[in-house]
Each structure stands twice: as C-alpha cells, then as structure tokens.
C-alpha cells in the first residue's frame, strides 16, 4: 500500500488538500486523480458519480458537496470537468474508489481515519466538560493500567497489521464464535453491511436444483455501509474466472469492525485483548 502519513510529515491528501477565502476546504478532483492512481479522467469520474449517488441516497446536497467547475488544459487548451469536492465527497469518492489500486486503497485508509479522528476529538472536547478530576494515586494507578493495556493491544495489533485480511468466516470464528455463524451473517445481512441478493440471480435450468435461482452476482459483496471495513479480494483467477471473497481490512479497521458489531449486541469472545480484557473486564469504550 502506498505509504501513508499520518502523525509525522504531510500525506500526499493533505498536501492537495485546499482553502478557499470563506475557510471551507475542499479538493480539486483532477489533482486528486492521480493521487488515487487513476491514469484516465474518465475511470476516475466513474468512481465520482457513484459517490454522488451515495451522497443522494443519504439524503446531502450533490451540489454543495460535489461542487462542479471547468479547468484549463494547459495555457490555451479546451476546459475540463472538474469537480471541488468537500471532504466528505472526497471520502465517498475513496469509498468508491478501485480497491485493488494501492494509492485507492491508501485513500480510502485515510479519509476513513481522519472521519474517525474527527468523531473522536468531536466526542473527546463534548465529554471533557464532565470529566472529573483524578486525584494523585488515581492518576497514576490510571497510567500503570493503561501503559499494560497499550503494550498487550499493541502486541495484538501487530498480529493482525499487514497481509489481504482476513475473510469472514475467519473473522467470526476469531471473535464471535459464541454465535453461531449463521447467525453472525443474518446480522450482517440485516444491517446492511454485505450486499443479500440471495435468489435473485439467473434461473438454473438442469442439475437437482433445477428451476431454483442462483444468487445475484453481487451478493455478499460490501455495502456502502460496510465498505469502511470490508472489501472485496481476488486472491488469484480459476478457469479464467476471478474468484472474489468479502474480507476484513487489515490492522485497526479489524479492530474496529469487532468493537462495532459488539457495540450493536452481537457477543464477542472475552479473550481478544484490545475491546476486553484477559479477565473479561471491558477495556475501553464502545462507540455506536
């Protein structure tokens, strides 16, 4: 994967990142392009309209978010199409993004961390009013506990960094095989976060299942709302087919899948350090 900057140093999202006089910032979609390692205009605007239809259907402006423009080409060539997108246009137009294109797949990585480092800082300034002020002992009793629960969570972390993920069948057996996997996909299914076109493919016309019909090509694909953390893998071609497989993300988006599964009731397993504790005590805060 394209390397990604973070904390140290500037990425190369932030350094096209731009200002306008009012404060608000946006992107410039031609700059973005090769960026997100498309070489065609027209590839990458096919990544942009269906961010706009996913920005419809949730209910935002397409005008405001996906601003439209026109660009020279060169000193004295014919305008281009030209979108400023805001962030979370860009973000969607990540999301929609080529996942097996390395720089796409660093985009996406990264306007899903900074949409979560927004929400937690949004979180951590509305909670910082109410927090109570530790005295001394408990300060320190409080560092003793976190510097123990930062080097097992880093341990687990890097047992899960690097590598094409894992699929989901592994990710249920690794966290949730309290429930059955049934229904551990009946809740995927049900929250939206894999695409359930069972029945609704071609009809089968010989064999013991004749006139049943197969599932839909996309079916169990990532949904919109599941691409955050889910996309899909084509390890290798058989018989000249591609043989796609919905996996987890690798690294912290493994993490936060199960933290927010568990935060929706599913019952994770009691020994995967990071969400709980070796002796089953929760270790940090479930977000919705």
């Given at each position: 994967?394209?390397?990604l900057?973070?904390?140290?140093?500037?990425?190369?999202?932030?350094?096209?990142?731009?200002?306008?006089?009012d404060?608000?910032?946006?992107?410039?979609?031609?700059?973005?392009?090769?960026?997100?390692?498309?070489?065609?205009?027209?590839?990458?605007?096919?990544?942009?309209?269906r961010?706009k239809?996913?920005?419809?259907n949730?209910?935002?402006?397409v005008?405001?978010?996906?601003r439209?423009?026109a660009?020279?080409?060169g000193?004295?060539g014919?305008?281009?199409?030209?979108?400023?997108?805001?962030?979370?246009?860009?973000?969607?137009?990540?999301?929609?993004?080529?996942?097996?294109?390395?720089?796409?797949?660093?985009?996406?990585?990264?306007?899903?961390?900074?949409?979560?480092e927004?929400?937690?800082?949004?979180?951590?300034?509305?909670?910082?009013?109410?927090?109570?002020p530790?005295?001394?002992?408990?300060?320190?009793?409080?560092?003793?506990?976190?510097?123990?629960?930062?080097?097992?969570?880093?341990?687990?972390?890097?047992?899960?960094?690097?590598?094409?993920?894992?699929?989901?069948?592994?990710f249920?057996?690794k966290?949730?095989?309290?429930?059955?996997?049934?229904?551990?996909?009946?809740?995927l299914?049900?929250?939206?976060?894999?695409?359930?076109?069972?029945?609704?493919?071609?009809?089968?016309?010989?064999?013991?299942r004749?006139?049943?019909?197969?599932?839909?090509?996309?079916h169990?694909?990532?949904?919109?709302?599941?691409?955050?953390?889910?996309?899909?893998?084509?390890?290798?071609?058989?018989?000249?087919?591609?043989?796609e497989?919905?996996?987890?993300r690798?690294?912290?988006?493994?993490?936060?899948?199960?933290d927010?599964l568990?935060?929706?009731?599913?019952?994770?397993?009691?020994?995967?350090?990071?969400?709980?504790?070796?002796?089953?005590?929760?270790t940090r805060?479930l977000?919705?």
């Amino acid at each position: 994967m394209t390397d990604l900057t973070l904390h140290s140093g500037e990425s190369p999202f932030d350094s096209i990142r731009e200002v306008r006089a009012d404060g608000t910032e946006f992107w410039d979609a031609r700059k973005l392009q090769p960026v997100m390692g498309y070489s065609r205009w027209e590839d990458f605007q096919t990544a942009i309209e269906r961010a706009k239809l996913a920005a419809e259907n949730s209910g935002l402006s397409v005008e405001e978010n996906f601003r439209r423009v026109a660009k020279v080409s060169g000193k004295r060539g014919p305008t281009q199409a030209n979108y400023e997108l805001s962030r979370y246009a860009a973000y969607l137009t990540a999301l929609n993004g080529d996942p097996s294109k390395p720089e796409s797949a660093a985009a996406q990585s990264y306007f899903v961390i900074r949409a979560r480092e927004a929400e937690v800082h949004s979180r951590d300034i509305d909670e910082a009013a109410s927090v109570k002020p530790l005295s001394g002992l408990e300060y320190a009793l409080a560092l003793v506990d976190a510097e123990r629960r930062a080097e097992a969570g880093a341990k687990f972390q890097r047992a899960i960094e690097g590598g094409d993920g894992i699929g989901l069948r592994v990710f249920h057996k690794k966290y949730f095989s309290s429930i059955t996997e049934k229904a551990f996909f009946a809740h995927l299914y049900g929250k939206n976060y894999l695409i359930d076109q069972r029945g609704k493919g071609s009809m089968r016309d010989s064999g013991p299942r004749a006139g049943t019909f197969r599932d839909g090509s996309q079916h169990s694909h990532p949904s919109f709302k599941g691409k955050p953390w889910l996309y899909l893998h084509t390890p290798e071609t058989f018989n000249g087919y591609r043989k796609e497989q919905t996996r987890v993300r690798p690294g912290r988006y493994e993490l936060d899948f199960r933290d927010h599964l568990a935060a929706e009731g599913l019952a994770a397993n009691e020994n995967t350090t990071g969400l709980f504790g070796i002796d089953g005590t929760i270790t940090r805060e479930l977000s919705a």
